[in-house]
C-alpha cells in the first residue's frame, strides 16, 4: 500500500463509461492504495456496483461537494453524483454499448472540468470511455480528446502516451489513416513540436530532445516511397530548431522508438495514432498513462480502454490508474 496523500486542492477522477472496467478499476485502486486527494466524480449506485465487484472492502461515501474530502472517513471511497446524470444508469448492461452510459461518462467530464476551472479541483484524471456509447448519447466529440480541447475553449492539444521508458507524442489522433496522411501538414507537425516542447519544459526538462518520425517507411527514402517527409516534415523541424527547439529527423518510423527507449531522445513526435502508441502500448499497458498536452490543467488517463470482455468480473488491474494518478500529482503543485 502506498502512503495516504494530503487532501488540499483534489485531483478529479470520473468514472469513464458505466458499463466498462472504468467503476472497477476505480474501486480496486482505493482499496489498495486508499489515496486521500481525490474524488471520484460519477454515479453512487455505479460505484457501488463496482465495490460489490471486486468483492467489497470499501464503503462508499457520497459527497455534496468536492470540498468534502477531508470529513471523508478512512477505507471509503469518496464520490460526488453531479447532476444531470441519468436516471437508472446502474440497471445499464456491464459490457455493451449502452446510450446512456456515454451521456453519463460525458456530464462526468464537463461537471468535473467545471470543478477544476473553479478552483476546487487540481487536475483530472479520466477513467477509459466507449466512443460508440459517447456517439450513441449524441455527443460530437469521437473522444476524451476532443472533448477536453473544446471545454478549454478550442486550444490546440495533443496526446503523450508515456510510461518509466518511452514518451510518444501524436501529431494526428482519432480519424482515419486516410484523412490522417492530409493532416500531416508542416503547419500541424510545427504545432505539435512547440506543444511537446513546452510541455516537456514544465515537466522539467530545459532542452527536450525531441526525435521526430517519418510518415512514410524508411522516413520516405528521400521521395522514393512518398515525399510527406520533404515537403512538411523536414521544413517543420527547421523551424522547429531555429525556434530554439533540439528537434531531430525524420526517422525511419520502425528504429526511431527503439533509439529513444535507449535514452538517446525524451520524446518521439509520430505522424499517426497507431505509430506512436503500439510501441509505447507493447511495453506494458499497467504504466503507460495517456497525458493531454495544451490544455490549460493537468489532464491525464490509463492507456487501455473499457475492456467490456471482463466487466464485472472484479479482475481488471488498476495499475494503469494507479500511474496516471501518480502522473497527475507529479504534473501539479
Given at each position: 500500500?502506498?502512503?495516504e ?28 492504495e486508499?489515496?486521500r486527494?481525490?474524488v471520484v ?15 467489497g ?20 471511497l469518496?464520490v ?12 445499464a448492461p ?5 446510450a446512456?452510459a ?7 467530464i ?9 478552483g ?8 477509459p470511455?466507449h ?36 514518451r510518444?507524442v501524436?501529431?494526428?489522433i ?12 508542416r ?13 516537456l519544459?514544465?515537466?522539467g ?5 525531441i ?14 516511397f512518398?515525399?510527406?517527409?520533404i ?62 498536452l ?9 492507456d ?20 496516471a494518478?501518480?502522473m ?6
Amino acid at each position: 500500500m502506498t502512503p495516504e496523500h494530503s487532501p488540499g486542492l483534489p485531483l478529479a477522477v470520473t468514472m469513464g463509461d458505466a458499463c466498462g472496467i472504468g467503476p472497477e478499476i476505480i474501486a480496486s485502486l482505493w482499496r489498495r492504495e486508499v489515496p486521500r486527494d481525490a474524488v471520484v466524480v460519477g454515479d453512487v449506485a455505479v460505484l457501488r456496483r463496482a465495490v460489490a465487484a471486486i468483492g467489497g472492502g470499501l464503503a462508499v461515501a457520497e459527497l455534496q461537494g468536492l470540498d468534502e474530502l477531508d470529513r471523508v472517513p478512512p477505507r471509503c471511497l469518496p464520490v460526488w453524483q453531479p447532476a444531470g446524470l441519468p436516471a437508472g444508469l446502474v440497471d445499464a448492461p456491464l459490457g455493451r454499448v449502452d446510450a446512456r452510459a456515454g451521456a453519463a461518462a460525458a456530464r462526468c467530464i464537463e461537471a468535473a472540468v467545471a470543478e477544476i476551472q473553479a478552483g476546487r479541483a487540481r487536475a483530472l484524471v479520466t477513467a477509459p470511455i466507449h466512443k460508440e456509447a459517447l456517439h450513441a448519447a449524441g455527443s460530437p466529440y469521437p473522444g476524451h480528446t476532443e472533448m477536453l480541447q473544446a471545454l478549454a475553449g478550442g486550444v490546440p492539444v495533443r496526446m503523450m502516451l508515456a510510461n518509466e521508458e518511452l514518451r510518444t507524442v501524436l501529431v494526428t489522433i482519432h480519424c482515419s489513416l486516410r484523412d490522417a496522411i492530409t493532416r500531416v501538414t508542416r503547419e500541424a507537425v510545427l504545432e505539435t513540436l512547440h506543444i511537446t516542447g513546452a510541455a516537456l519544459r514544465r515537466m522539467g526538462l530545459q532542452a527536450p530532445r525531441i526525435a521526430v518520425a517519418g510518415l512514410n517507411p524508411h522516413a520516405g527514402e528521400g521521395g522514393l516511397f512518398g515525399d510527406e517527409e520533404i515537403r512538411h516534415i523536414a521544413p517543420a523541424i527547421a523551424d522547429a530548431r531555429a525556434a530554439g527547439w533540439e528537434a531531430s529527423g525524420p526517422y525511419a518510423p520502425d528504429t526511431v522508438f527503439m533509439r529513444a527507449r535507449r535514452g538517446e531522445f525524451d520524446v518521439v513526435v509520430a505522424m499517426t495514432h497507431d505509430h506512436g502508441l503500439i510501441p509505447v502500448k507493447y511495453l506494458g499497458v499497467e504504466q503507460g498513462v495517456n497525458v493531454t498536452l495544451g490544455l490549460p490543467f493537468v489532464r491525464t488517463s490509463p492507456d487501455h480502454g473499457t475492456a467490456f470482455d471482463i466487466a464485472g468480473r472484479g479482475i481488471a488491474d488498476p495499475a494503469s490508474l494507479g500511474a496516471a494518478l501518480a502522473m497527475a500529482r507529479r504534473l501539479t503543485p
